[in-house]
């Protein structure tokens, strides 16, 4: 069981469950409907899982050189790559199915999208060039937007300043994690950014670009009247101090810094989240 939530990254997934809800609180205008919650967040699991899957069964020779991954099932030997195939297209296929019957196709639709952009498009990116991360945070930053469809049946500006918030706050994550693991990457032939920028001057500017940017587009949920101002200073509040730790890495560029970043996007996102739903529901 343990090697099934490893194949498909459970934890990632769980995010993308809670994501998914928030998007889905947001656009409910009355009461939450649970029931279609709960089959939206069966859909969305089962799709994203599969995803997960697939994309080891793509990379299993690179997990094999990062220490990161190689104790994951197919790299270790734990499991055929034949049967990694079959539950990742399984799991895809069914969640994207269930989707488009059981909510809609437009959220099935995003689901399919946000597949074949991980797999197909962000993957093989991965190894020719460090703009794949352009790409690769659209897949993640896509499940608040189909929280949203899942009520609403269309994507609204709503649903683009919630897909703007997680598609930015990607980047300083990502970068922290890549710039402390820089040598795994390299040892896997992997060109991101930390990798092929030694130095790290340009891994340093894009965490300061990205959190800057990041700090006003957290605020247009307030503008767009999703939130009030308990939302608006929390985010503005918890939006300076994740740039401040985005500019400390800038300047010192160690693993230390990097690792504070980290941490602070992993704080940072929670808070943000539980603050919309907070002033979300004090303003019904």
């Known amino acids: 069981m343990n090697d099934y939530l490893i194949l498909t990254k459970a934890r990632i997934t769980g995010l993308v469950l809670v994501t998914t809800t928030v ?3 947001l656009a409910s205008s009355q009461s939450v409907d649970l029931g279609r919650l709960a089959v939206l967040l069966v859909g969305v699991a089962l799709a994203t899982g599969g995803s997960a ?3 080891q069964y793509l990379e299993h020779e690179i997990d094999a050189r990062m220490r ?15 049967h990694v195939f079959a539950v990742g297209v399984l ?3 069914v969640g994207v199915i269930w989707l488009v019957v059981r909510i809609n196709p437009l959220t099935g639709l995003l689901a399919l999208a946000s597949s074949l952009l ?5 993957t093989p990116l991965k190894t020719r060039t460090p703009l794949n991360t352009l790409v690769g945070a659209v897949p993640g930053a896509i499940p608040p937007v189909m929280g949203w469809t899942a009520v609403t049946g269309r994507i609204d500006v709503a649903a683009w300043a919630l897909f703007g918030i997680l598609y930015l706050w990607q980047f300083p994550h990502f970068l922290a994690i890549a710039w402390m693991y820089r040598d795994d990457y390299a040892r896997a032939r ?3 950014l930390p990798v092929v920028d030694p130095n790290g001057g340009s891994t340093g500017r894009q965490v300061a670009l990205y959190s800057l940017a990041l700090l006003p587009v957290s605020l247009i949920p307030t503008v767009l009247g999703l939130a009030g101002s308990v939302y608006f200073f929390g985010a503005l509040v918890a939006g300076l101090v994740f740039l401040g730790f985005g500019l400390a890495m800038t300047v010192n560029r160690g693993r230390a810094s990097a690792r504070r970043l980290l941490l602070a996007s992993i704080t940072y996102l929670p808070i943000l989240l539980v603050l919309l739903l907070v002033d ?3 303003g019904r």
């Open 280 to 282: 979300r529901a004090g």
């Open 118 to 122: 991980y797999l197909a498009v962000y």
């Open 53 to 55: 899957a697939l994309n």
């Open 23 to 25: 998007g889905f609180v």
């Open 190 to 192: 992997l060109p991101m």
């Open 91 to 93: 799991l895809s296929v």
């Open 68 to 82: 990161r991954t190689e104790s994951r099932p197919l790299p270790a030997g734990r499991m055929e790559r034949g």
